[in-house]
DNA sequence: CAACCGTGGGG
DNA sequence: TCCCCAAGGTT
């Protein structure tokens, strides 16, 4: 069956109006009071939705007030040094959120006479707005009638809908943001969107969903079944594979620190660090062209990110000679280290070293 | 598609 | 400790 046909014979004899009056006066009601709120300002509410990508609420809401402080408008972040921006962000993870977000101003500010643009073409074409961005841009600041699906749709909706696709796989968003438009309110289609992911936030969790307190229990085929907590169905990820790495603490004859800046693709790119080298490519007497002596391992670091993970041996070393062949390195003050600005996050010069 | 890309908190 | 989860996007 293709998607606009499947989701047709999902709605099929579902009391849409219904649904969206006792979730719309749900939302205005009960909605939480949040920074990005305030008004429907697009620049407000686009900062919003990246920074909340995979990311908490409670954790959003101080970067996005600093963040807000320093750049206020459109044009402020546009004209704004990189440095400064990824140092706002710093903590947030996934920071090239960070840099996408300002390639994309920046594209307004020259392109679009420095005006969100409002159509799903445009908005959709800046860096950084995927499909559940530019729906949600385009619903809460400019009140168009657009799907976005994110993951509190998909379970919340799965739920109602007794919908059993696997949401793990990204060809399902599309059957949502079908079942989302022949949905969707045309007299509040923000606070309809806003409604189902606010539901998802707070009342219909992922464990123990409080479907007590619902305001579309009624409308709910997964709570009469009694099936809520066998959905969404969602297949697990694989686990994550484990890198080595040999971790050093090099201080030469001042008492000066090694510190290098890692590529700048990849995983944490242009972040810096304590030197490291694979477990198994860690020479004895040397680090990457410098002369060596090991004072002993000092601690045993293990860091998990979400699709790896990193173990650590941590070694103070003390620097005979020779000079540092890694990608960009220098030597810091102790001093220095501890308050090093960027991109070394939560002020500490290593990210995973206490 | 599936892999890559962070982090902090809860059960 | 371990796994899952949170207003996803890019390659």
Redesign the pocket.
């Known amino acids: 069956m293709k998607r606009e046909e499947l989701a047709l014979e999902i709605v099929k004899d579902f009391p849409a109006e219904d649904f969206r009056q006792n979730l719309i006066e749900w939302f205005k009601k009960e909605q939480r009071t ?1 920074p990005w709120r305030e008004n429907q300002d697009p620049y407000r509410v686009w900062v ?2 990246i920074m ?6 409670e ?1 959003v809401i101080p970067y996005y007030e600093n963040f807000l402080r320093q750049f206020p408008t459109l044009e402020d972040l546009a004209s704004a040094d990189e440095q400064e921006v990824l140092k706002a962000w710093e ?6 959120r960070a840099r ?1 977000l300002q390639t994309a101003v920046k594209e307004v500010v020259a392109e679009y006479d420095s005006k969100v643009p409002d159509t799903v073409r445009e908005i959709g074409s800046l ?8 729906g ?1 841009i385009l619903s809460i600041a400019y009140d168009l009638p657009v799907p976005a699906v ?3 749709v998909m ?1 919340v909706l799965s739920r109602i809908l007794l919908v059993d696709e696997d949401i793990a ?3 399902t968003r599309k059957l949502f943001e079908a079942l989302v438009s022949s949905l969707i309110s045309s007299e509040d289609p923000s606070s309809f969107n ?1 409604g189902l ?2 539901l ?2 707070i009342v219909c ?3 123990s969903p409080s479907c007590l307190l619902c305001p579309v229990q009624d409308h709910c085929r997964a709570f009469h079944k009694g099936i809520e907590n066998e959905l969404p169905v ?1 297949s ?4 994550q594979k484990t890198i080595r790495y040999r971790t050093y603490i090099a201080e030469n004859e001042d008492g000066e620190i090694l510190i290098e800046k890692r590529p700048g693709k ?4 242009n972040l810096w660090q304590y030197p490291m080298v694979l477990e198994e490519e860690a020479e004895k007497g040397w680090l990457d062209g410098l002369k060596i002596e090991e004072k002993g391992m000092v601690d045993r670091i293990k860091h ?5 993970i990193w173990e650590m041996e941590v070694h103070r070393v003390k620097v005979i000679s020779g000079t540092f062949n890694g990608e960009q390195g220098k030597f810091v003050s102790k001093n220095e280290l501890t308050v090093y600005p960027f991109p070394v ?2 002020q500490k010069i290593h ?1 995973y070293i206490r």
């Open positions: 949040l919003s939705e909340l990508q995979q990311t908490k609420v954790t903590g947030l993870g996934y920071y090239s996408n860096k950084g707005v995927g499909p559940y961005t530019q949600a994110d993951g509190n379970r796989k990204q060809s806003q992911m606010e998802g936030a969790t992922p464990k969602k697990s990820k694989k686990t990849g995983l944490l790119a998990t990110f979400s699709h790896l996050s939560h990210p």
